[in-house]
């Protein structure tokens, strides 16, 4: 019963140490693109305009700013332009609070005919700074908004608060933000009410189309966030994988023989909202909507192998159950999480493409896992390599995530 209660204790008591590190991963291990040193205050507006020119004539080719990570957030707004984003310095300047002057979070384009023409930046923070580092600019408070798939906004206070579906266009919830403060530096176009004005008047002939009606394929800043939600994933294993290691290396008493079990816990508890930001319990979806979206399915179901996985490896190690008995069925666990890799179609249907090859390569890791587990456990001859095989699996499997991209 002691064992039973200490198992119970590193399950339940661990993973709440453990998620909050997983849930601020994005901000810390996000790929840092280009860092800048924070821009010390301006002169006077002249300064400023002559600053952001010498940090953004590389992007008056939209190319080497979507070379750069930036990403489009927008349609055309109306005496604004498109927004392109880039994620690194966004979450950077909202989790600091500081103001990089050489790394603006969002450029501003306008187009016509396929030509695009660099027409400003804009600048975020958690709320208006009280000393503005940019004279005489003008901070508004950009309400926290609902993003969909063809870069419509709808105010909300919350991704829970957010229709599934634009009310609109009736295209797909792709994310939310939080409340926060703008400024705009209209460095490249001129503007009738000056450089840091809220909007320019003179992009009016640009109109000021949110999108069209249908947008099927997925936006850029729904690809960025599975590209980087992956690599989280892999990080979390390569820790996993250095945890089996040292587990392994000797004998240990419990709970030492089961630190890896509190990370597999929390590893799929962070899954679990993070997977799919549409559906519950983040998103605006319901819980019974988890069972209308064979995708969402999925994923939520691969978010419980790593908390049974958890939960077999503390059994385990605590001697509660047999040991043999668990890892056979945590071999089979693995057998079908692989299997249901090979099923997994991002829009509905079998492509044979790069993102169906990278998760067969991950199923077929899982299935090998699989097998090893249940060969190890009824052949004696082979249980020397069995406690390398799992972290040399895991190891492969992180490898994959590490470098998964889409498109």
């Not at 403060?181 to 909007?199: I, K, M």
């Not at 099923?343 to 077929?364: E, K, N, T």
């Amino acid at each position: 019963m002691r064992r039973l209660l200490l198992a119970a204790l590193v399950l339940l008591v661990a993973p709440a140490l453990v998620v909050p590190l997983l849930a601020v991963a994005p901000a810390v291990l996000a790929p840092v693109v280009r860092v800048a040193p924070a821009w010390a205050a301006a002169a006077s507006p002249a300064d400023v305009v002559a600053e952001v020119r010498r940090a953004t004539t590389r992007y008056i080719d939209i190319a080497n700013a979507r070379a750069d990570g930036y990403l489009q957030a927008s349609g055309m707004e109306s005496h604004h332009g498109y927004h392109f984003a880039l994620p690194t310095a966004q979450a950077r300047a909202l989790a600091t609070g500081t103001l990089d002057l050489a790394t603006p979070p969002v450029l501003l384009y306008v187009e016509r005919d396929g030509a695009w023409q660099l027409v400003g930046v804009e600048y975020v923070l958690p709320s208006a700074p009280r000393d503005d580092p940019l004279p005489g600019a003008v901070w508004h408070r950009h309400e926290s908004s609902c993003h969909y798939r063809d870069f419509r906004e709808v105010p909300a206070s919350s991704a829970r608060a957010c229709a599934a579906r634009h009310p609109v266009s009736g295209e797909r919830f792709v994310g939310w933000h939080p409340t926060f403060a703008v400024a705009h530096v209209w460095a490249w176009y001129p503007n009738p009410d000056g450089v840091f004005a809220e909007s320019n008047a003179w992009l009016a002939p640009y109109g000021g189309v949110a999108a069209q009606d249908h947008h099927a394929a997925r936006n850029p800043a729904e690809m960025f966030y599975s590209q980087f939600t992956h690599r989280v994933a892999g990080v979390v294993l390569l820790i996993l994988a250095a945890l089996t290691v040292w587990e392994s290396w000797r004998p240990r008493r419990f709970p030492w023989n089961a630190v890896s079990a509190p990370v597999w816990v929390a590893f799929g508890l962070y899954l679990i909202p993070t997977s799919d930001p549409e559906s519950w319990p983040y998103g605006p979806q319901r819980f019974v909507e988890i069972f209308d979206d064979p995708l969402v399915l999925q994923h939520k179901l691969l978010a419980l192998l790593p908390i049974a996985i958890g939960v077999i490896i503390a059994l385990r190690a605590a001697a509660v159950l047999p040991g043999g008995r668990l890892v056979r069925v945590l071999g089979v666990l693995a057998l079908a999480g692989g299997a249901t890799l090979f099923f997994h179609f991002h829009d509905g249907r079998i492509h044979f493409d790069w993102i169906y090859l990278q998760h067969a390569v991950m199923g077929s890791t899982a299935l090998g896992i699989g097998v090893a587990l249940l060969v190890g456990t009824r052949t004696a001859r082979v249980r020397p390599w069995l406690v390398w095989a799992w972290p040399v699996f895991l190891t492969v499997m992180a490898t994959v995530l590490l470098f998964y991209r889409e498109g």
